[in-house]
């Protein structure tokens, strides 16, 4: 990811609408699946900033950060997560069968292979082991802000499906996230790319839809919108939304 990018997060993570109401709602759609279980270790794939691990050591007893950037964990570090280990998903410093939880919060699409990842990611898993995935939606919204974040892609909840089933795991959930607010974002998205095209903009992590400027009870007010779609998320999957969340369990 693009250095300014990674230090916006970093300040943003916090406060923001956006990291707020996925906290939000993942944390209530794990809780609610993992029925009041205690995973004994969970990996954070991919944690970047490390801004689930707090979320996760209330879920799990022994949390583990990894990232393939020294930078991010030193990061995690200063947050009183010191375990992590630099790491490629291609290739996992860890024995077969060593996690109960492997988590990818917006991950996955950074990675060129992703079936190759999954397929790693399976092999960490112990026998019920389970994968949390967030990841965007739908490559027609590909914009400057996946640029920014150096996404690989997009996706549909079918092509997820099969990313899961290549790796032998079986899907319990699928649902879109982000749904209220969806209507909103749709089009303030695609009138971006149109002027992104018309005026041919290079990607700047100066300019992304996290930098423009909010008042806080504005922030509140759309995490609140946000997290409003947990109690049905809990109990049905989501056909359409901003982003995907998604829950799979080894056989």
């Keep these: 990811m693009d ?75 200063e947050r009183g997560h010191p375990m992590g280990v630099v790491s490629s998903g291609y290739r996992l410093p860890y024995r077969d069968g060593a996690f109960d939880l492997v988590c990818m919060f917006d991950a996955i699409e950074h990675i060129p292979d992703d079936h190759q990842v999954m397929r790693e990611v399976a092999r960490v898993l112990a026998p019920g082991g389970r994968v949390f995935v967030s990841v965007p939606a739908y490559q ?37 996230s982000n749904i209220f607010l969806f209507p909103l974002i749709l089009p303030a998205v695609l009138l971006a790319k149109f002027l992104e095209t018309v005026f041919q903009k290079e990607a700047s992590s100066d300019h992304t839809n996290l930098s423009w400027p909010i008042p806080k009870a504005v922030h509140n007010l759309l995490h609140g919108i946000f997290a409003a779609e947990l109690p049905f998320t809990r109990r049905f999957d989501w056909p359409v939304g901003h982003s995907i969340a998604a829950l799979a369990q080894k056989r």
């Design 3 to 77: 250095p300014k990018a990674y230090q916006q997060f970093l300040e943003l993570e916090r406060d923001h609408w956006w990291f707020r109401g996925r906290r939000s709602v993942y944390f209530g759609l794990l809780r609610h699946e993992l029925d009041g279980t205690r995973p004994e270790r969970v990996l954070d794939l991919g944690c970047g900033m490390g801004g689930f691990l707090d979320g996760l050591t209330e879920l799990g007893s022994k949390v583990y950060p990894s990232d393939i950037s020294v930078e991010s964990l030193v990061r995690c570090r």
């Design 140 to 176: 027609f919204l590909f914009a400057n802000n996946d640029r920014v974040a150096q996404h690989q892609r997009r996706y549909t909840r079918g092509r997820l499906a099969k990313v899961f089933e290549q790796a032998g795991l079986k899907v319990e959930r699928n649902s879109h």
